[in-house]
Each structure stands twice: as C-alpha cells, then as structure tokens.
C-alpha cells in the first residue's frame, strides 16, 4: 500500500501546490476501546453482528446498548465510523425480543444515505431468520406505488425513510399504518446534527406528530439518534425531539494516524489547485475522495482533470445527488473494488455511505463547520489505514481564519446545532397539519407545543386557522392535506420554478429569496445547470426559467431598513450595549448587475420594480457610543464604510458559533439608527421568525468581535477582498467598505481603543461630509394603470311583462334565527345604511364562455334589503343603473360570493362605477380567515338548521319559463339566509360548519 506520507512530501515538493501550503500537521492515532453492556446481549444480538463481521462492541455501543436496554432516549455524538448503526439496530432487538411484532423507523436525511443503510439492516436480521423484506423496506419517493401498498399491508421489522417522506406520505395517511405505529418501539434518527435551522425546526414538529399519533395507537417509542461531534449535544437533542434523552460522546472507536496539510492559494485558483492535488493522490495509487461546495464545481473539477490529467481523469468520477440512484451505486461499487480511484463529489457522499479504503481526503474549501469538516475528512483512513486531509481554502473570510489558525482546527470547540421549533410560522403550519390528522384536545396540543402549545391553538382558532368543535374543547382543521403546503427546508410560502415551454418544475425558491435570486433576468444555477429567468410571476407565485449559457452571473442591490419592535436581554460590550430582540426587515431591491465570472468586472446595471420585502425576524445588535462616527472620521476612516464591513465580517466568521451559512444570516450598519441613537451594527436571522441563531450569537457575541478583529487585521489586503471584508450577498455591491476603519471600530467596541473627546469631529457634518461616497443604487417607480374590465353584456332576453317583480316585500315574512337580535338591534346607531343584497342572472357560465366572463351573464333579477326598515325591494334588468345608485348611496352592502360574482355581473352594465360600493362579501370573509369556501346552503343548514328554497341551475330554467315570480321568491329567500347568517355570526362571533370528515366546528367571524 502506497505510503501517505511519502505522498504529502511529494505534494510539499511540487512548486504549484507546496508553494501555497500554511500547515501541516499529525493527528495522532486513537486506540480502541470496548466493552459489554451490563447484562450482556440477547443471542439474536450476537449472531447480528457477526453476520455484520462484528466481534465485539465499542465501549460507547456497550454503553448504548445498556441505556437503551433501560428504555432511555439517547443520542451518540461520535465520529465518522464509530457504528452508530449498530447501535441503532442493538436496541431494536432488545425490544424484540419481549414483543417479536416491535417494529423500527429508521430517518434519514438523505435517500441515498437510506438506501446504503438497507443491506446492513437486513444482514443483521437475517440472524433471527426474516427474510429481507421481512427485516427492512425502504419507502420513500423513489418506492413503486405497488411495493408501497405492500410495505403499508405488511410493514418490515424496520421501516426506512427520510423527513420529507414521513410528513407528507406516513403520517397524514396514519390510519393505514395503524398496524405499524402500534407496534412502534423505536425511532432511529441518523445524521441528527443535519438537522438545523428551519429544516430542523420542521423536522421537530414532524416527530411531535408521529410520537402523538405513535402513542395513540398504544405504543410508546423511544429515541436512539446518531450525529457527529456537535457543541452542547444535550441541549441540541432534546430541542430536536421534544424528549429528554442521554447523550453517549466518548467514543470507543479507534482511528489510525492522519496528515492534514492547509493550502491557501493566492495569485492562483484554488480549484486549479485542488484539481493538481486530487492528480498526483491518484497518480500515487492513493484512492481519493474531493469534496467541493457545488455541482457546479465536481463538474468542472472533471473537466479540467480530463483536460490536464487525461491518464488520470478516467480513473476518476464525479459524484453528486442529482444522479440516478442506479448511477451512484454503480459509482460506489467501482470505488469499493478498486476501479476507480478517486471520486469528486459535493455532499451526497458526506452523510455516513460507506465508501470504503480511502486514503486521500481533499476539501475544496472550508465546509463551513469543524463537525462537517471532520466527518468528511473521517470518509477516509478507515481502520488501521493512515490518511492524509487536504483542505484547500477559497477566497472566504471563513476560510482563511481557519488556515490562519489551526488551532481552531484541532481545538474540539465544535459549533452549536441551532433550531427555534417555537418559530411561529413554522410552528402554527405543523399544528394545522397535527389538526387535520386527529383532532387536537388540550393535552395534544401540550404534546405538540409543551406548556405553549394550547396558547398557540387558541390563536390559531381566532385567526381561523383551526375550528374549534361546537360545544367542546376540541379543534381541527378544514384544510385538506395542509402538509402539502409546508415545505420542510423553508419557512413561509415558496416560489416555483418552471422550466419554460413544458412548464416542468425544476424546484420550489423561498419567498425571502424569490428577488434576489429568481428575480427577472436572473441566472439562477438549479441542477447543475445554469438557468436565466425569463418570467417572474408573482400572484401565481411561478419563477420561468429558460437554459443558459453565459459568462456572466447576476447580483442584485437593494435598500434595507431595520426598525427594532422590541428589545430583549441586553448587557455591556466595551463601551457600548449588545443587544438582543425582535426587528423588522424591509429591504427594497433597487435592481441587479451582471458581472463576469472570472474577474467579477460589473458588465452592466438594470433596474427592478419590486415591492418591498418586509419581515419580523430576531436579531442581535452592537450599539456604539454616538461619538464613534465622528471619532472616525477624525482618523480619517470612512464611517458607514468602517461598520458596513465589521457587519461583513462579523457574518462571515458567525459559523464558528453555530452550524450556518451566509444565506441564513442578514446584517445592516448604521452610522445613526433613529432608535438607537447612535451607530449601529445589525445580524439578523434571515427567516421569518428566526431560527435561534441570533440568539446564539448574542450569548457569544465578545468572542465573535474578537475573532472578527483578528480576522480583519491579519488579511494581509489593503483595502478588503472576499477573504476578509467582502460578501458574495452583499446588497450595496460591497460599497462602501473601509478594512483599516472596521479595526478600529472593533478596538472601540472590544475597549481595546479609546475615543478621545478631543478629537472626535462633529457627528452630523462628519456622516454629511461621507455621505455622498455611499453607494446609491438605482432606484424604480411606477406603477401599471388598473384597465377597467368592464365588458359589452350581450342582448339578454327580455322578461315578459306578466312576470314583473311585485316589487313589495318584508323581512319578517322570512324565518329569523332564535334568539338572534333583529338586525336593527345588531346595528350601532353610527354604522348608517346597510343593504343585504342578491343577484340572479339571466346566463350561465357555460352560455357566455367560462367563469372568466361573469360580467357577461346579465341581471335577470335582483333584491335589496335594507336592514333597518326590513323592506325588500327588487330590480330588473332595465332597472341596473338605479339598483347601482342605491349601492353606492348605502354605506355598507352585504352579500355571499358579491364582489367575486354580484357586483362583477353589475360591472358588465355600470363599469368600473360599481368598484365604489362599499362592499362586504360573507364568502370571501370566511375563505380569507379559514382557508376554504363553504356555499350558503352549507352555512345556512348548520348554523340555522335551514335550506335554501332552490338553487342557480334552478333560476336559469325559470329564465328560460318566463317565471320570473318565481326567481323574485327565491332570490329574496337568499338575501333573508345572508341577512340571518350575518346577523347570527355578529351575535355569536361564529357560524357553524362541517369538516369533510364530520367534524361540526365554528368558523370564527368578526363583522
């Protein structure tokens, strides 16, 4: 076997790679170390792990087992390789062997991680002899729908699939997996620490939903999850599942010796330099795995070996998720036989694929945490093989603090995994999912939402996101299959992306990106391929994109604005406050730039109208004394410039707290925040919300100003670059910056300088005197005319003269709900006029073409009641233009479905005149507040125990018989329903509905 360090010598020697080396180092290697679970195993156990070629347990797996033996929940946060599985399938079998019917769920974050899992399970269980669909199935996007009904009718031992399949496939279907949760003994959760943010906020209510529905069904699941090496394991699990559990972190695996070797290229690419290093490890016969940060990368990484290493690159293959699973499988043979020397991939082989006999492990740049860093570079030097880590640092401020600091590096300070399950758009969409799936009662929602959970209901009720049932404590959701619309790696609404022509969807954006990204003009990488938006359509929420090729890539500029709506924990920072609290976001984007790849030279400028994008979010803030500006600009430094790139760099090197990356942080400087007073540095979560970053980032904000002080000061630049100051995000295109100004602004806020009163200038003329150097973007205006969409109505029949209104009418002629006050007592002395108001046409939607030409339909008949003296009043065709004054005159017009189809078939006569009538729509109200429409015969029958006297098909024959009387009879029946539901919801603050599945429950109203 080729020797690695031998290997590393020859690396050091080559001048186009030893040239750019900052380090290199030994991590020593780990002895082994075992033990045996108090109480032993069961014989099934052992014969397990021998089919799995295992003689003995690790000490963490002996400890494992035995707290899982006690039925504790727990978490083992170990290394790469250390048998984390094992564990898993150990305490499964325990449970089996008390109940031979206890089945397992196994979550993985990733399919192909799922699939990989699957042999080893089922060599495992073959010792108790089940055959392999007995022992385990996989049931995820990728399963036939006909092994699916299989899996569902007799479910394996262990059941393995990933978050997203769990939400929207098992869980709302939990009625035909009864078998299957009553007999759930474990929860197997691999890759915890992937879990983080907003996907690990969604993921946390999704097992709150399996463990409530689990329970209900009789079982009572523990939880055994596997994550690599993470800062304050405890607090992270317990966060995640909502369970108290044991954490099991000293590792009993053994690792032999491994060379780690920095590289930070200057005047050169760094992924020419990765390409020559992942050369010469193959060339050495050394098997090699590159990780890179984009498919974007592994391919050209491809390229460019096959241009540069022809002998070499076929030996080599590039590896990511968007390939067929048949392909990665075929990838991974090739590389567990020897075919293949190395492979080049982003994530998709990160998360646990045991690839195998690896030596070479090549980061194409910091992975932007140490608990990823390690487990890749873990990919290889498995056993007794010695490895040789090369990370290969980007032009990144993150980057280069890490090659700067090596230290860090080995330190074992790895970051917190941060996610905030109490986000409340997060949290009010998974409460409605728990609510279509079983009805909530007080104590489901304690089990979904802790001691918060019934508070959150009842505000959920009120906004009419849940019903509560009539006369009792319980609620559900009218919503059918609302998981459909929660995304599990996005807060709030998303976009989708359409390629253009077949409108095939490619993928969903998030709202908070959908401008900044998928903007028109845009080009948007999506699959490896690079996209150009050609159509942003806002109201469909559709983003059509079309193949590119260019050289050049989009940025856009844009405004913000932070408003601070509530300050939080705050405490002393140098001479100034660090504050925590809730804030409001809008940022405007002004426009974007396109800008050449290679050199990033701006090409040109165009401007975009878009709305503002305002969000509540958290954030923490530097507050500096009010003379810090004009202390700066008595040194010459540019304050707005001086902040704006502490702001950077404090986001850049923000990782080092908590598993992130740039797109989950947002930041603003100010030299004068209205609020505060003073200067202002602002780091925000960048989801609705928040996700908990904000707050970690408060706990530790001293050690993150120093470290961004240390970053900013060693760079070796002059006046910024993307290694220190420069964000690739950057709104203002990275001006103002001013590096030798954000040096002092943090001595001033760490105390390690002191503002000298007698040379600081005056604040106002200072910022007036910079000013005019801040970047001002371009700014856009405007808006479209409103077209009128009146249109001609035709020549509607014309009803025979024997069929005229009687044109009388009184509401007590009419049924009243009991116990509801009259609608003259209902009404305040203040509200002047109200009118209850219906129309029946002479047309249907099939007679004129489409329900896109209401306004086509005609008026056969329609009734006006007017509230406080009970008259009704009716109005033909030839009667429309008066009907329409006595809307516009009244100061409230009630109706059910008006403004969608009424006053629409009105606008066919009058115009754009009838868009004056102050109208308030039944049905409209109700679908705004609950999500979903209910007819007025619906409405009326529940809640008044009455039925409408006919119906529109009904009305359209009459038209057709002349019997106009009989329409004036029906349409005033109408208007006395709308007129008794209006009147019941005010009285009440409710009307009754019920669900598709029966449920009778109170749609709240407030009329």
């Known amino acids: 076997m080729a020797d690695v360090k031998r290997l590393l010598e020859s690396l050091l020697a080559d001048p186009r790679i030893g040239e750019h080396a900052v380090y290199q180092g030994l991590e020593p290697a780990r002895q082994a170390a075992y033990g045996v679970p108090a109480g032993g195993l069961p014989s099934s156990s052992l014969v397990g792990m021998a089919a799995l070629g295992v003689e ?45 019917d206890a089945r397992g769920l196994f979550l993985y974050p990733l399919k192909a991680l799922a699939r990989d899992q699957l042999a080893t399970i089922q060599r495992f269980f073959a010792a108790a002899d089940l055959t392999p669909e007995q022992a385990a199935a996989v049931y995820d996007g990728d399963t036939p729908q006909a092994l699916r009904r299989r899996i569902r009718r007799l479910p394996p031992a262990v059941l393995v699939t990933n978050p997203d399949m769990l939400h929207l496939g098992i869980i709302p279907s939990h009625d035909a997996w009864a078998g299957f949760l009553s007999k759930l003994a474990w929860i197997a959760v691999d890759e915890a620490h992937v879990y983080r943010g907003v996907f690990g906020a969604h993921v946390h209510h999704v097992l709150r939903r399996l463990l409530r529905l689990a329970r209900d069904y009789g079982a009572d699941p523990r939880i055994v999850a596997g994550s690599a090496t993470i800062g304050e394991p405890e607090a992270f699990i317990e966060t995640l599942t909502g369970e108290p559990c044991r954490v099991v972190r000293e590792s009993g695996a053994g690792a032999a010796a491994r060379h ?19 050369a010469r490890a193959v060339e050495a016969g050394h098997r090699t795995i590159a990780f890179t940060k984009a498919r974007r990368i592994t391919e050209l990484m491809q390229r460019w070996l096959a241009e540069g290493f022809p002998q070499v690159a076929r030996r080599v293959a ?40 690896l030596d070479v492990c090549v980061l194409v740049g910091y992975p932007g945490s140490l608990a990823t860093a390690w487990q890749r570079i873990g990919r290889a030097g498995r056993g007794a093989r010695r490895s040789l880590a090369v990370l290969v640092a980007l032009p990144d401020a993150l980057d280069h603090f890490v090659v700067r600091h090596p230290e860090h590096f080995f330190s074992g300070e790895f970051e917190r995994v941060v996610l905030d399950p109490q986000n409340d758009t997060i949290a009010d969409a998974h409460f409605q999912a728990a609510a279509s799936e079983r009805s909530l009662d007080v104590a489901a929602a304690r089990t979904l939402g802790g ?50 022509g077949d409108e095939r969807l490619l993928g969903t954006l ?82 974007y730039s396109r800008r050449r790849i290679f050199g990033q030279e701006e090409i040109s400028r165009h401007v975009l109208e878009a709305p503002p994008q305002v969000m509540e979010t958290v954030g923490f803030w530097f507050e500096a004394p009010e003379n810090l500006a004009g202390h700066l600009v008595g040194r010459d430094f540019h304050p707005v410039g001086a902040l704006h790139a502490v702001e950077h760099a404090a986001i850049g090197l923000f990782p080092l707290l908590a598993l992130c990356d740039r797109w989950d942080l947002g930041g603003i400087s100010y030299a004068q925040h209205p609020q505060v007073g003073g200067p202002a540095v602002f780091v925000y979560d960048a989801w609705p919300g928040g996700v908990g970053l904000a707050r970690a980032g408060f706990r530790r904000a001293q050690e993150l100003f120093e470290r961004t002080r240390t970053l900013v000061a060693e760079c070796e630049c002059e006046g910024g670059c993307p290694a220190c100051v420069y964000s690739p995000k950057c709104g203002s295109g990275n001006h103002p910056l001013d590096k030798q100004g954000a040096v002092e602004v943090l001595d001033v806020m760490l105390g390690r300088s002191v503002i000298d009163p007698s040379r600081v200038a005056d604040p106002t003329a200072a910022l007036a005197a910079h000013r005019r150097v801040v970047h001002a973007g371009v700014r856009g205006g405007g808006a479209l005319e409103v077209e009128s969409c009146a249109a001609e109505a035709g020549e509607p029949p014309v009803p025979p003269a024997e069929a005229a209104p009687d044109g009388g009418g009184r509401l007590e002629d009419h049924p009243w709900p009991e116990g509801v006050p009259s609608l003259g007592e209902l009404l305040g002395p203040d509200e002047g006029r109200w009118l209850f108001f219906d129309i029946e046409t002479l047309r249907s939607a099939e007679d004129v073409g489409g329900w896109g030409k209401i306004d086509r339909m005609g008026c056969a008949l329609a009734v006006c009641l007017d509230a406080r003296s009970g008259e009704l009043r009716s109005y033909f065709e030839s009667d429309v233009s008066r009907l329409v004054d006595e809307l516009l005159a009244a100061d409230r017009v009630v109706g059910f479905n008006s403004e969608r189809f009424d006053l629409t078939v009105l606008e066919g006569y009058e115009g754009s005149r009838v868009r004056g009538v102050c109208s308030l729509d039944l049905l409209a109200e109700i679908k705004q507040r609950v999500g979903r429409r209910f007819s007025l015969a619906h409405l009326a029958e529940q809640t008044l125990g009455a039925s409408k006297t006919a119906d529109g098909l009904q009305s359209l024959e009459w038209v057709k018989q002349g019997r106009y009387d009989l329409i004036e009879k029906y349409c005033r029946a109408d208007v006395a329903l709308t007129a008794a539901l209006w009147a019941y919801g005010r009285h009440h603050g409710y009307l009754l509905c019920r669900s598709r599945d029966g449920h009778l429950g109170r749609v709240p109203v407030r009329w």
């Open 318 to 357: 590039s590896y990511r998720s968007g390939y067929l699973p048949e392909e990665r499988r075929r990838i991974e043979q090739r590389l567990f036989s020897g075919q293949l020397g190395g492979v080049i991939s982003t994530s998709a082989l990160e998360a646990g694929i045991d690839v195998g006999g």
């Open 451 to 500: 001691e918060a959970g019934p508070e959150r209901v009842l505000r959920l009720e009120q906004e009419g996101k849940l019903i509560r049932a009539h006369e009792e404590e319980r609620w559900f959701s009218l919503r059918r299959r609302p998981q459909r619309e929660i995304h599990l790696r996005s807060a709030g609404q998303t976009y989708r992306l359409l390629r253009a």
């Open 260 to 278: 780690v070797l920095f590289l930070r290229p200057d005047a050169v690419s760094p992924y020419t330099v990765a390409t020559r290093v992942v």
């Open 510 to 591: 998030e709202e908070g990106r959908a401008w900044h990204e998928g903007h028109p003009g845009a080009i948007y990488l999506h699959g490896g391929q690079t996209w150009q938006v050609i159509d942003f359509d806002e109201e469909k929420r559709e983003i059509h994109l079309e193949s590119a090729s260019v050289d050049y890539f989009t940025q856009v500029f844009a405004r913000k604005e932070t408003e601070i709506l509530e300050r939080g924990e705050e405490r002393p920072l140098g001479p100034g406050r660090v504050v925590w609290g809730r804030l409001k976001v809008t940022t405007q984007v002004e426009g």
């Open 56 to 100: 003995r347990l690790y000490s963490h797996q002996a400890e494992a087992a035995e707290l899982a033996a006690k039925g504790e929940n727990l978490l083992l946060a170990t290394p790469t390789a250390s048998g984390k599985t094992l564990a898993f399938l150990l305490a499964l079998d325990r449970a089996r062997q008390a109940d031979p």
